[in-house]
């Protein structure tokens, strides 16, 4: 099991960030004006609502005890919007089986860092569950909404896309979002003490 732990990083909430930006970058180098949009607007929205289902219960707590839901796994939902959305565009251009397999492997790539989530305790089922399904819906909802307007992505976008992705990880890396969250719970709710996001 040890050896299939390193995974769990995949899901990162900052990778998923500098990821995101990278491939938003790739579809404008593209001049995919539509996929772009709806892209950049369904993983924002998506982390947006992790960020604020975590700040909710730091804030007030609450949740959903009898299925031990406390807030949206953050890890679960970037694995599975970022790997079939990145597997959808490398496979760009070849036939539509290809593309399938990559949005396949993708999800199941998610999954596994779902499943892995729970068994390494950082997370109840309901939540890492629930946070895999948006990733879903948000890479899904993307390529449904977008793809056809996407007729080619030529390979300089990989210039640009490699290029936004080292700026945006070097940006994340100060980017210390638990303490934010903390801090906007604090504020939000008026409370000194937030309530704990960690496994019983």
């Known amino acids: 099991m040890n050896m299939v732990m390193p995974l769990l990083h995949l899901g990162d909430p900052r990778l998923a960030i500098a990821l995101g930006a990278a491939l938003f970058a790739w579809l404008l180098a593209a001049r995919a004006w539509r996929m772009a949009c709806c892209w950049g607007v369904l993983l924002g929205t998506g982390l947006a609502l992790v960020g604020a289902s975590k700040i909710v219960f730091l804030g007030?707590?609450?949740?959903?005890?009898?299925?031990?839901?406390?807030?949206?796994?953050?890890?679960?939902?970037?694995?599975?919007?970022?790997?079939?959305?990145?597997?959808?565009?490398?496979?760009?251009?070849?036939?539509?089986g290809w593309r399938r397999a990559g949005i396949a492997l993708g999800l199941a790539l998610g999954a596994l860092v779902c499943a892995l989530l729970?068994?390494?305790?950082?997370?109840?089922?309901?939540?890492?569950?629930?946070?895999?399904?948006?990733?879903?819906?948000?890479?899904?909802?993307?390529?449904?909404?977008?793809?056809?307007?996407?007729?080619?992505?030529?390979?300089?976008?990989?210039?640009?896309?490699?290029?936004?992705?080292?700026?945006?990880?070097?940006?994340?890396?100060?980017?210390?979002?638990?303490?934010?969250?903390?801090?906007?719970?604090?504020?939000?709710?008026g409370n000194a003490r937030v309530y704990p996001l960690s496994i019983d």
Do not use: C
């Open 60 to 96: 007030w707590g609450g949740g959903v005890p009898p299925l031990n839901f406390k807030a949206l796994s953050g890890h679960a939902a970037s694995a599975s919007a970022l790997f079939p959305m990145l597997f959808w565009m490398l496979l760009h251009g070849r036939a539509d």
């Open 118 to 189: 729970v068994a390494d305790g950082q997370h109840s089922v309901a939540e890492a569950v629930a946070g895999s399904l948006l990733g879903a819906a948000v890479s899904l909802g993307s390529i449904r909404l977008g793809g056809a307007s996407v007729s080619t992505l030529p390979p300089h976008g990989l210039l640009w896309a490699l290029l936004t992705l080292i700026a945006a990880a070097w940006f994340m890396k100060s980017a210390h979002l638990g303490y934010w969250m903390i801090r906007a719970a604090r504020l939000l709710s």
